[in-house]
């Protein structure tokens, strides 16, 4: 069931057993699904865990060294240099790529809803979010490259959702998924190329892709190209899916909540009305 359905696996784990379990087995790992442990293990005593675990070597085949699997002081100088993406201006210029995205799909969804049909908004809110994601990191080199990202993001959240067992999660290892995901890294290594090679010398651009070009560290050392595009790709992925994740379970909750939503209406015609 594990190798099959972790999704099931789990949830069949936390219903039988509780909030705190210890799995053994070919994987042994602890499940910790209540709150208050979660945030012990997050925040209270985060010192006492560290990424040194399968798991963390699993993701490592896919983002390397970047901010998603780094530690200690390779952490601490990965995240100086990209917290510029994350100041208040950077995040301001990514708000009409956002907007104009966000109404382009709620024109789409007023189609589709007038006819009667309905929509499956865990597809929509993934591809709502590829779009901002996508025009967030390469203003320039997003158009006519949608489906050539979602191949990648497809074949990298395959790949991370299965279990790190032994031998069989090593990229080396040909099963059908490793060898899609090897095949699809190529070509996302070379789709960045292609867009880092075409911005020498060039005037930088406010996209997060310009902003990581021009990154520097205390000593002035900038990113080399493999960080670049290990840091891009950890941010398309975790970025996108786990956005669309949310926002889908939102709507959920909203259908079942109609005072919520009806609040929500309100608060959003309070405050821009027909803007």
Same mark, same amino acid.
Request: aromatic share 10%.
């Given at each position: ?9 789990? +949830? ?20 910790? %699904? ?30 390397? %060294? ?37 109404? +382009? ?9 007038? %006819?009667?049909?309905?929509?499956? /908004? +865990?597809?929509? /809110? ?6 901002? +994601? ?43 998924? %490793? ?5 699809? /890294? ?90």
């Amino acid at each position: 069931m594990l190798l099959g359905n972790p999704a099931v696996y789990i +949830a069949r784990m936390i219903r039988e057993h509780g909030d705190f379990v210890f799995c053994r087995g070919i994987l042994d790992f602890y499940l910790v %699904n209540d709150p208050t442990l979660v945030r012990q293990v997050l925040r209270d005593t985060n010192r006492d865990f560290d990424k040194n675990s399968r798991i963390y070597d699993h993701f490592r085949n896919i983002f390397g %060294n970047g901010l998603v699997t780094a530690e200690g002081e390779s952490w601490k100088r990965k995240r100086k240099l990209m917290q510029p993406m994350f100041g208040p201006s950077a995040i301001k210029s990514f708000f009409e790529p956002m907007l104009d995205a966000s109404t +382009a799909a709620c024109e789409s969804w007023a189609g589709t809803s007038g %006819n009667g049909d309905p929509l499956d /908004m +865990a597809e929509e /809110m993934n591809r709502l979010t590829l779009e901002i +994601a996508g025009r967030s990191f390469f203003s320039d080199g997003f158009e006519g490259s949608v489906d050539r990202i979602r191949k990648w993001t497809e074949a990298i959240n395959r790949y991370s959702a299965k279990p790190p067992l032994p031998f069989i999660s090593d990229l080396d290892f040909p099963s059908p998924t %490793n060898l899609r995901v090897r095949k699809m /890294m190529a070509d996302f290594r070379e789709f960045m190329r292609g867009l880092i090679h075409a911005r020498a010398g060039a005037d930088p651009k406010q996209d997060l892709l310009g902003i990581l070009l021009h990154a520097r560290d205390e000593d002035g050392n900038a990113m080399d190209e493999e960080e670049i595009c290990e840091e891009i790709l950890g941010m398309i992925i975790g970025g996108h899916e786990t956005t669309a994740t949310a926002l889908t379970w939102v709507w959920y909750e909203l259908h079942h909540h109609p005072e919520v939503e009806r609040r929500l209406v309100e608060e959003i015609q309070s405050v821009v009305g027909d803007g």
